[in-house]
């Protein structure tokens, strides 16, 4: 039982441009989500997150998302660059504080 | 900045054996998560610990048990030791133990079983 779906597994995106990469999530007691990246042979780096208060949460070039009644999100790259050529991971949490985690979607930032 | 350290980076071991896996948590932290990502899959959580204490558990089977200790670095045991065991083993701290703090994740160890 898959509670975060990551449904795009990869995304190609010129540099310069906007990338949007898509979370849906099922569980209703989710109330806290985070983006992560990861390169090969590493851990999970923090991105970005949005508590379910709000709808929008922005860190320089990335910017998060959440459309609770939907229970969907979305992380928004603009300008892609070539270092952010990764997998991202939406994960979600609620008071238990353990991670839920998508799939990943593998991002690759074309020159 | 100190990062989450774990060891061994990589392990091989065979089926039936046991292994143990170390995590030191960032300075200060107090909670430590454990993950384990299959080929090809997301992070799965398996279990953490808060204060020394067992916090929430996961999908872990029964082979496996952990602890954390009074420097509140952890220690994941896995015995008798299955092929689809093998993955990578993350380890995350935190500071508190709440659903909103961020996860600091270590480099992961990868455990192959043959």
């Known amino acids: 039982d898959q509670q975060v779906k990551q449904n795009s597994p990869s995304l190609s995106v010129q540099e310069g441009r906007i990338s949007i990469l898509n979370c849906d999530y099922t569980n209703s007691m989710f109330d806290y989500f985070l983006w992560y990246k990861k390169y090969p042979a590493e851990g999970p780096t923090f991105l970005i997150s949005?508590?379910?208060?709000?709808d929008k949460n922005e860190d320089g070039r990335f910017t998060v998302f959440l459309n609770k009644s939907a229970k969907h999100l979305s992380l928004h790259i603009v300008p892609s660059q070539p270092g952010d050529s990764a997998v991202y991971f939406c994960a979600a949490t609620g008071t238990a504080s353990k991670l839920t985690f998508g799939t990943g979607t593998r991002l690759q930032v074309t020159l | 900045a100190a990062g989450v350290i774990q060891s061994p980076r990589h392990l091989i071991k065979e089926k039936r054996e046991t292994a143990t896996l170390k995590c030191y948590p960032i300075p200060r932290h107090d909670t430590v998560y454990w993950y384990q990502q299959g080929p090809g899959q997301d992070p799965q959580f398996l279990i953490s610990f808060y204060e020394k204490m067992q916090s929430d558990k996961g999908s872990i089977p029964d082979r496996f048990s952990a602890q954390q200790f009074s420097d509140y670095h952890s220690e994941l045991n896995m015995s008798s030791l299955e092929l689809g065991d093998s993955a990578l083993y993350f380890c995350?701290?935190?500071?508190?133990?709440?659903?909103?703090?961020?996860?600091?994740f270590g480099p992961g160890t990868r455990l192959t079983v043959t």
């Open positions: 949005i508590s379910s208060i709000k």
């Open positions: 995350a701290s935190s500071l508190g133990l709440n659903g909103a703090t961020q996860q600091y």
